[in-house]
C-alpha cells in the first residue's frame, strides 16, 4: 500500500529564516505530488504542484519554492521566510499519468513563524 | 479562478442523527467530485468520490449526492457518532492534475 510522509511535524522559525520541509511517498511511482497550505480554520490553497522530477508548477507567487529531486521526494523551501508564511503545510501525491484521481494527504507540519 | 463554495461554515448534529453537508460549485467543466474528511491538527482524509456521470454513490454510513443541473454536491452521514466530528471539504476536478477545495464545514456531533 502507499504511505505519505512529512517532516518535521512542528517548527517555530524567526522571521527570515530559511524553511525546508520534506516528504517522500513510498509504494508507488511518477506520482503527481502536491504542497498546500491552510491557515487556521480555513480552506487549503495550493501551492505547487509536479507531475514529475524536476517539473514543478507555481500556484501562487510567493517567497516559496519547490523542488522535486527524486521521483517520490518533494521538498518545500524558502530562503526568508516572513510572517506571513505562518500556517499548516500538507504535502499530498495522486496516481500519476491522468486526471481526475484521489488527492491522498500527509499529516501536515505546522509552521510558526515569530 | 472558479472555486468550490460550502452553503453553511457550522453544522451541529445530535448523535444518531442523519447530518446533510451542502456544497455548490460554479464550474460545469467540472467531472470528479471528492469529499474529504479533516480532523483537528490532521491531514484530510479521503471519505468519498463521484463522477459527473453519477448522481448517487454509497459508502459505508454517508452517501453523496451530485446535481449537476444546479451545480450541487451534498453528503450525507447516516446515524451520526461522536467521531464524526470534524471539518468536511468539498473538492472538484475538471480534467487536469488540480483539485479545487471549499473552505469547510465543521460538523459538530452533539452527546
Known amino acids: 500500500s502507499q504511505t505519505i510522509h512529512q517532516w518535521p511535524a512542528t517548527l517555530v522559525q524567526p522571521v527570515g529564516s530559511p524553511l525546508s520541509l520534506e516528504c517522500t511517498v513510498e509504494?508507488?511511482?511518477?506520482?503527481?505530488l502536491y504542497w498546500y497550505r491552510q491557515a487556521a480554520g480555513r480552506g487549503l490553497q495550493l501551492l505547487f504542484y509536479?507531475?514529475?522530477?524536476?517539473?514543478i508548477s507555481s500556484e501562487v507567487p510567493q517567497n516559496l519554492s519547490a523542488s522535486r529531486p527524486q521521483d517520490r521526494q518533494f521538498i518545500l523551501s524558502s530562503k526568508k521566510l516572513l510572517l506571513s508564511d505562518s500556517g499548516f503545510y500538507l504535502c499530498?501525491?495522486?496516481?500519476?499519468?491522468?486526471?481526475?484521481?484521489?488527492?491522498?494527504f500527509g499529516e501536515g507540519s505546522w509552521l510558526t513563524v515569530v | 479562478g472558479e472555486s468550490v463554495g460550502l452553503h453553511l461554515p457550522t453544522l451541529s448534529v445530535q448523535e444518531g442523527d442523519n447530518s446533510i453537508i451542502n456544497c455548490a460549485y460554479s464550474?460545469?467543466?467540472?467531472?470528479?467530485f471528492i469529499w474529504y474528511k479533516q480532523e483537528s491538527g490532521k491531514g484530510p482524509q479521503f471519505i468519498i468520490d463521484?463522477?459527473?456521470?453519477?448522481d448517487k454513490r454509497q459508502g459505508q454510513r454517508v452517501t453523496v449526492l451530485l446535481n449537476k443541473t444546479v451545480k450541487h454536491l451534498s453528503l450525507q452521514i447516516a446515524a451520526t457518532q461522536p467521531g464524526d466530528s470534524a471539518v468536511y471539504f468539498c473538492?472538484?476536478?475538471?480534467?487536469?492534475?488540480?483539485?479545487?477545495f471549499g473552505t469547510g464545514t465543521r460538523l459538530t456531533i452533539i452527546p
Open positions: 464550474n460545469s467543466a467540472s467531472d470528479y
Open positions: 463521484i463522477r459527473s456521470n453519477m
Open positions: 509504494g508507488t511511482s511518477n506520482p503527481n
Open positions: 509536479s507531475v514529475g522530477i524536476g517539473q
Open positions: 499530498a501525491w495522486a496516481p500519476g499519468a491522468s486526471s481526475g484521481n484521489t488527492i491522498y
Open positions: 473538492a472538484e476536478n475538471f480534467g487536469n492534475e488540480k483539485l479545487t
